[in-house]
C-alpha cells in the first residue's frame, strides 16, 4: 500500500543547470563472485542491486542493465583493475547530470513522464530509467528532497528547460 | 409564457455572489455554482443555437455532458473554444459567450432557408452529388465544404499552456455520484491508493439534484461528510475532470479543465492537463443518461429531458419554465413532477405511456396526490414556433388532446454509460424489457457501479459499489473493512424499450433523433431503404451519432428504428464502437507542452551553440537538428552549398559529424562480436587501422554502415550514421545480450561520450599537423591520437567526400575548444565551415551509399554493389538469409549513377523509358558537379548493374520536373581513390 498527497504538488524545486559527469561504464562478463571481488576491490563499493545506487569513495555507483554499472572515476584505472572481469568504457561525455533540490521533486517528475516518481518507495538508493518530457533518463533519487537525473547531453537543454517551466 | 427563471430558494448555487456574463452579445448574471445553462435559463433564455444541416433553433435537452443542442463559443481571441456546451461550462465573471452556426444573429439565420429545402438534402445526400456529371462536383464542392464544420476555429495563438501528467494509483473510481463516492469509501478505508475524477465541478453527481437521504442524512451533507473523510485518507480527488479513453493495462486518459472554457488561466498559465492514469483496478461509476421520447417536432427548445428539468430546478434553483408537462414511458419522471409540484410550479400533466395497472400504485397515488396523471397516453408532436414549445398534442384513449405548456419534460428511459467499459474491451448484454446495453465479461478487470451497470436503485448503487471498492481494495493489496455500506431510500424503476417507437401516425421526417446533426427516424429508414443495413454504414450514411455528442442521447433510438426495420433484436442488429475520446477535446490538450519550438524534443550537439551563431537553415535529422550549409551574404542555399563543396575540392572544410552513432566495443571477444555484427571481416585489422564496413539484418537485407577501427588489441570504435544510431544501438544490444551473451565483450554505445568533427579537403592534412599536438596526420584509413587545444583527441583518417579527409574525436564536453582550434585552421588554409548540403553533394559525386536513401531497407549486398566486402568466413548476422533465391534475381532494384543529359535531376523522381511507361527504378539522391559542368545523381534501377549506358527519363509529375539521364558507374570523382592519399 502507497499513502500519497492528493494535492497536484506546488512545493519548490531547483533545478542546477546540467554539468558533466565522470561517469565510467562497466559491462561484466559474468555476474559472479570474481566480478564481485574485483570490482569491490576497485571501486570501493559492492556492485548495486537491480535498480539500486550504492556510493563509493568516486562517486555513486549505477546499477544501468543487467551486466552494467555506472561507475564514477578515472576510466583508464577502472579499465587496468577490471580488465579480467569487464569491459570498461569512458562514458563521462554521454552523461549530463541535472539536480532537483525541494520537497516537490516527485511531482515534478510527473509531469511529462511515464514513471511513478510520487511512490515513497522509490527513494535514496534507487535508480530508475524512464522517459521524462522525451527524453531518455535515469533518475536516481539523492536524499528525500532531492533527486539526480542523468540524461544525454542531446537532451539536456530542452530537459532543462522543460524541468524549469 | 416568459420560460425559465430563478426561484427565491433552493439549489446548490451560491446567492450571495453575482457573476456577470454575456451572450450573444447581451449582458447576464448568475452566481458560482451555476453553469452557462442554468444561468441563461434563468435568465428566460430558450434559445442557444441552431442545428448543423436544418438550422433549426435548438434549445437545452439536458443539464449535463450529454447535451447535443446547446453549443456555444467561448472566450475571445486566441482563448476562444468553439463547441462547448453550455450544460458542460460552469459560469464565471467576465464569461464572454456566443451562439454558433448561425449568421447574421441567432434570431434571424440565413441558413435556415435550409428547412425549406429539407426534401432536397435527405440524409446522404451529400453522397449523391457524386452520381451526377463530374462538372457539377465543382459546383457541389464549394456549398458542401463551406457548410461543413460546426463551429468556429479561434484566429489567434492559444496563449495559455497544456500539461501531460502521469499518475499511478491502487483503484480508480470514474464518477463522484452516490456510486462512485461508496466504492472511493470502501476502497479508501480498506487501505488502498485510491483516485477519484469526476467531470463536475463538484462531488455528488445526480445527488446533487436529488433530494435524497442517505445514511439518514440529507445527500448534500452526506456527499460533504464522504469528501472530507476522502480527503483524510489521502485520496486524489480530481473534479472537472473526465476519463475520457481507457486504453490497456487499465491506462485511463483524464482531462481536466483547471479553468473553464475560455477563462484566463492562474499564474501558472495551465488551462487544462491530461493525466494519465495507470490503475490497478478500475471502477468505472458514470452513471446513465435519459433517453427522449420520439415525437414530431421533438427538437422544439423547451422539450427537455425529464432529469434535466429536475436538475435545473434541485441543483441550480431554476425554473425551466412556467408550465410543465411531463411526457413518459417510465417511472422517473414521476420524481420529476414531485419535484416541480413541491416546489410550487405547474404541472398540467403527466402523460404516461403505459397503462396504470403497470404502473406502481403508490407512485401513481403519491403523484396524482400533487397534478393530473394520464396513462396510456402517447405524444405525437410539440407544438409552437422555433422560438419554444407551447403546448403538446398526444393520443389518448378519448383521441388526440393537446396541452399547453412551454417545457414538455420527457422520459424515455435510461442508457447506461457503457463507453469506457467498452473502450477497454468488456462486452455488452442486452436487457431486453428495459431497453438497455449493460456490461458484462470485462477484459481489465475493469467493474461498472450504479447507473452505468443498469443499477438504477439508489440503494442498489451504494451497495454493489461498496463491494467493488472493497473487492478492487483486496485485488491491490489493501485489507478490506468490515464496515456496512451507506443506505438510502429508494424509487420504483420500471423504464421499458417500448418508447423507442413512436405513436401511430406520427411522421417520421419529424421526429428528430439527433438533434444536432438533425438525423430524422426518416431519414434512418431512408438508409435502410437504400441497402446501409449495417449498424455501421448507418451511423455514416445518416452522420446518427457522428456529432460532437458521439450520440449520448440518439444512439439507441437509432439501433432500435435499425432493429425494427430489420425485424431482427437490437443485439443481433449490434452496436456502434464507443472511441475514446468520452467528451470533445481540444487539440491543445493532447499536444500538451509539444507546441511551438517545443514541438518535438531537440537534440543538440555539443557544438550547435556554435553552429546557431551563423543562425543557418536548419536540417531535422531525426530530434537533430544539424546547419545545412552557414549562408553569406547574398547566397541561396543552392549558391552557398555550391560554394562550401568547392572549398572542400580545392582547400579543406570542417564539419560537425558529431551525430554519427558510435559504439565502442572491447574485451577478449571483441572481435568476435563485430564479425557478427559486422558482414565484413573485421579480425584481421591491425590495430590502429580501419576500414568500411556495413551490418546486416537477420533478414539479409543492409541495415546501415560505417566504419570499423581497432584502437587496441581487445578494443574497437565502430560507426555508424546518423538515422541509424538507435537502431544500430538495439542490434548491438541484442546481439550481445540475446545471441551472442556468453562473450567475454562490453558493447558501450558512445555516441554522445564523442564530439566528431569532420577535416575533408586537400589541404586537410595540413589543417590536422597545425593543430594537432605532436602527430604526424595518419594515413587514409590508419588512427592515432593527440590533443588539440589540451582536449585528449582521437584522429581518424577516412573521408566521406571523396578528398583527404579526418575525423577528430574529443570528449563532447570539451569539443568547442577542438572546433575552435580547427576553424582556425582551416581558415588560415583558406578553408571554412560546410554544412550538410555541401556534404550531400560531395558524396553523391563521390558515390557512397547512404542510409536512407541507397539503404532504404529492402537494398541487399549486392544491390548496392558490397558483395566484394561480405567477409568469406561469413558467421554474420543474416548471413544465411541473403543466400536466398530472391536476392539473386536479376531484376532487382541495383545501385547505380546517373549522369546528366540535360539539366539538373530531379531527386526522388521515377525512372521510365517515356512519360507514362513502366517505373524501372527511383533516384535517390542528385546533385551538381561540383568543380565540372553538368549533373549525376544516384539510382536504383532494375538490373541497373546490367544496364550502363541505358537512356532513361528521371520523371517528376508531381513536380513537373523531368532529365534524360545515361545510366553510369556511380563514382563520379576520383574513381582510383587517389585523392585520399598523401
Not at chain 2, 695 to 723: A, I
Not at chain 2, 784 to 805: C, T
Request: charged share 20%; proline share 6%; aromatic share 8%.
Amino acid at each position: 500500500m502507497i499513502r500519497r498527497e492528493t494535492a497536484i504538488v506546488t512545493d519548490p524545486v531547483t533545478v542546477s543547470d546540467p554539468q558533466p559527469t565522470r561517469l565510467v561504464r562497466v559491462e561484466a562478463f559474468a555476474l559472479d563472485a570474481a566480478f564481485a571481488a574485483v570490482f569491490g576491490a576497485a571501486v570501493g563499493a559492492p556492485v548495486p542491486a537491480v535498480g539500486k545506487v550504492t556510493d563509493a569513495p568516486a562517486g555513486p555507483v549505477i546499477w544501468a542493465e543487467p551486466k552494467v554499472v555506472l561507475a564514477s572515476g578515472d576510466a583508464a584505472a577502472l579499465a587496468r583493475a577490471l580488465a579480467e572481469v569487464a569491459a570498461v568504457s569512458d562514458v563521462a561525455g554521454a552523461w549530463r547530470r541535472i539536480d532537483l533540490k525541494g520537497p516537490g521533486w516527485r511531482g515534478r517528475l510527473m509531469i511529462d513522464g511515464l514513471f511513478d516518481a510520487e511512490d515513497p518507495a522509490f527513494g535514496t538508493g534507487c535508480v530508475a530509467a524512464t522517459m521524462l518530457h522525451h527524453a531518455p533518463v535515469m533518475l536516481c533519487p539523492t536524499a528525500d528532497d532531492a533527486v539526480a537525473v542523468y540524461v544525454a547531453p542531446s537532451f539536456a537543454g530542452d530537459l532543462h528547460a522543460a524541468l524549469s517551466r | 409564457m416568459s420560460g425559465g427563471h430563478r426561484l427565491s430558494t433552493g439549489g446548490v448555487i451560491d446567492r450571495s455572489q453575482t457573476l456577470r456574463f454575456r451572450f450573444d452579445g447581451r449582458d447576464y448574471a448568475g452566481h458560482p455554482g451555476d453553469t452557462l445553462a442554468s444561468a441563461l435559463l434563468a435568465s428566460g433564455v430558450r434559445v442557444f443555437g441552431r442545428s448543423f444541416k436544418y438550422h433549426r433553433t435548438r434549445g437545452l435537452l439536458a443539464a449535463g455532458v450529454e447535451e447535443p443542442s446547446a453549443l456555444v463559443g467561448a472566450g475571445e481571441g486566441g482563448r476562444f473554444e468553439p463547441n462547448t456546451r453550455a450544460t458542460d461550462l460552469h459560469l464565471y465573471d467576465g464569461l464572454v459567450s456566443e451562439s454558433q452556426n448561425r449568421w447574421p444573429s441567432l434570431d434571424l439565420d440565413v441558413g435556415a432557408v435550409n428547412q425549406w429545402i429539407a426534401p432536397f438534402i435527405p440524409a446522404g445526400f451529400y453522397y449523391k452529388t457524386f452520381l451526377g456529371p463530374p462538372a457539377l462536383w465543382k459546383l457541389y464542392e464549394h456549398v458542401i465544404r463551406a457548410a461543413a464544420g460546426l463551429g468556429r476555429p479561434p484566429q489567434l495563438p492559444d496563449p495559455d499552456r497544456y500539461e501531460r501528467r502521469a499518475a499511478f494509483c491502487d483503484v480508480l473510481v470514474v464518477g463522484a455520484g452516490p456510486a462512485g463516492l461508496s466504492a472511493a469509501l470502501a476502497a479508501a478505508r480498506s487501505g488502498a491508493r485510491v483516485a477519484l475524477v469526476d467531470l463536475d465541478r463538484r462531488l455528488g453527481g445526480s445527488l446533487l439534484g436529488d433530494p435524497v437521504t442517505i445514511d439518514g442524512q440529507p445527500a448534500k451533507d452526506w456527499i460533504d461528510a464522504a469528501e472530507a473523510e476522502l480527503r483524510t485518507r489521502d485520496v486524489r480527488i480530481l473534479t472537472r475532470t473526465t476519463a475520457i479513453g481507457y486504453y490497456d493495462h487499465n491506462m485511463v486518459y483524464l482531462a481536466q479543465r483547471v479553468v473553464e472554457p475560455g477563462a484566463r488561466t492562474g499564474t501558472d498559465g495551465i488551462s487544462q492537463r491530461m493525466w494519465r492514469m495507470r490503475a490497478g483496478r478500475v471502477i468505472l461509476a458514470q452513471g446513465a443518461i435519459e433517453r427522449p421520447l420520439p415525437f414530431e417536432d421533438n427538437d422544439r427548445p423547451g422539450v427537455m429531458l425529464s432529469g434535466a428539468v429536475r436538475t435545473y430546478l434541485d441543483r441550480f434553483g431554476v425554473a425551466a419554465g412556467e408550465r410543465f408537462v411531463l411526457a413518459t414511458s417510465g417511472d422517473d419522471a414521476y420524481r420529476t413532477a414531485v419535484r416541480l409540484c413541491d416546489a410550487g410550479l405547474r404541472v398540467d400533466a403527466v402523460l404516461d405511456s403505459r397503462p396504470s395497472e403497470a404502473i406502481d400504485p403508490a407512485l401513481l397515488r403519491r403523484a396524482r396526490d400533487r397534478c393530473p396523471v394520464e396513462t396510456g397516453v402517447r405524444p405525437l408532436r410539440a407544438i409552437g414556433t422555433p422560438r419554444g414549445v407551447t403546448g403538446l398534442e398526444v393520443r389518448a384513449a378519448s383521441g388526440t388532446v393537446k396541452y399547453v405548456a412551454d417545457v414538455v419534460a420527457v422520459s424515455g428511459g435510461l442508457t447506461p454509460s457503457v463507453h469506457l467499459h467498452m473502450q477497454a474491451g468488456g462486452g455488452l448484454d442486452w436487457d431486453e424489457g428495459r431497453g438497455v446495453f449493460t456490461p458484462t465479461a470485462p477484459r481489465q478487470g475493469q467493474v461498472s457501479v450504479g447507473a452505468c451497470a443498469g443499477r438504477f436503485q439508489l440503494a442498489d448503487a451504494l451497495s454493489d459499489a461498496w463491494r467493488a471498492g472493497l473487492d478492487a481494495a483486496a485485488a491491490t493489496g489493501g485489507k478490506p473493512v468490515a464496515d456496512t455500506p451507506p443506505r438510502s431510500e429508494t424509487w420504483a424503476f420500471a423504464d421499458q424499450a417500448s418508447a423507442f417507437v413512436p405513436a401511430p401516425g406520427v411522421n417520421p421526417k419529424k421526429v428528430f433523433v439527433d438533434p444536432q446533426n438533425d438525423v430524422t427516424l426518416g431519414d434512418l429508414d431512408l438508409a435502410w431503404r437504400e441497402g446501409y443495413r449495417s449498424v455501421e454504414h448507418q451511423k455514416r450514411y445518416t452522420t446518427l451519432g457522428m456529432a460532437t455528442d458521439q450520440g449520448k442521447t440518439s444512439n439507441l433510438i437509432g439501433l432500435a428504428r435499425l432493429a425494427e426495420n430489420e425485424g431482427r433484436p437490437a443485439p443481433q442488429v449490434g452496436l456502434t464502437t464507443f472511441r475514446p475520446p468520452f467528451i470533445p477535446t481540444t487539440l491543445g490538450l493532447w499536444a500538451g507542452e509539444d507546441a511551438g519550438f517545443h514541438v518535438t524534443p531537440l537534440r543538440r550537439t555539443p557544438l550547435y551553440d556554435l553552429h546557431a551563431a551563423f543562425d543557418p537553415p536548419w536540417q531535422a535529422v531525426g530530434y537533430w537538428r544539424r546547419p545545412r550549409a552557414y549562408l553569406r551574404a547574398g547566397e541561396t542555399l543552392a549558391t552557398a552549398a555550391l560554394r562550401e563543396a568547392r572549398m572542400v575540392r580545392t582547400t579543406v572544410g570542417i564539419t560537425d559529424v558529431s551525430t554519427l552513432g558510435k559504439f565502442e566495443v572491447s574485451g577478449p571477444d571483441a572481435a568476435a562480436l563485430l564479425e557478427r555484427v559486422c558482414a565484413t571481416s573485421v579480425s584481421k585489422l591491425a590495430v590502429g587501422r580501419g576500414r568500411y564496413t556495413f551490418m546486416l539484418r537477420e533478414d539479409g537485407l543492409v541495415n546501415d554502415d560505417g566504419t570499423v577501427w581497432r584502437l587496441g588489441e581487445d578494443r574497437f570504435l565502430l560507426t555508424s550514421s546518423t538515422g541509424g544510431a538507435d537502431r544500430m544501438a538495439g542490434l548491438i544490444s541484442y546481439a550481445r545480450n540475446v545471441l551472442y551473451p556468453d562473450l567475454r565483450v562490453g558493447a558501450a554505445n558512445v555516441q554522445e561520450h564523442y564530439a566528431a568533427i569532420a577535416v575533408a579537403g586537400p589541404r586537410a592534412r595540413a589543417v590536422i599537423a597545425a593543430v594537432v599536438e605532436g602527430m604526424v596526420p595518419p594515413r587514409h584509413m590508419s588512427l592515432d591520437r593527440g590533443v588539440v587545444a589540451g582536449v585528449p583527441v582521437l584522429v581518424i583518417a577516412a573521408s566521406y567526400s571523396g578528398e583527404r579527409a579526418f575525423e577528430v574525436y574529443a570528449p563532447s564536453h570539451q569539443a568547442v575548444a577542438v572546433w575552435t582550434a580547427l576553424a582556425e585552421a582551416a581558415e588560415a588554409q583558406e578553408g571554412g565551415l560546410y554544412g550538410l548540403e555541401a556534404l550531400e553533394i560531395l558524396r553523391v559525386e563521390k558515390g557512397h551509399v547512404e542510409t536512407g536513401g541507397e539503404i532504404d531497407g529492402r537494398t541487399s549486398a549486392h544491390d548496392l554493389r558490397l558483395e566484394k566486402m561480405l567477409n568469406p568466413r561469413g558467421g554474420y548476422m543474416g548471413q544465411l538469409a541473403q543466400q536466398r533465391p530472391a536476392f539473386a534475381d536479376p531484376d532487382r532494384l541495383q545501385f547505380v549513377g546517373l549522369e546528366s543529359l540535360g539539366g539538373p535531376i530531379p531527386e526522388g523522381s521515377m525512372l521510365v523509358e517515356r512519360p507514362g511507361f513502366a517505373v524501372q527504378g527511383h533516384v535517390t539522391a542528385a546533385g551538381i558537379r561540383v568543380l565540372e559542368e553538368g549533373f549525376v545523381g544516384l539510382a536504383l534501377l532494375k538490373g541497373g548493374r546490367a544496364r550502363l549506358g541505358d537512356e532513361l527519363l528521371a520523371w517528376s509529375p508531381t513536380r513537373t520536373a523531368s532529365a534524360r539521364v545515361r545510366v553510369s558507374e556511380p563514382v563520379f570523382h576520383d574513381p582510383a581513390g587517389d585523392r585520399y592519399r598523401d
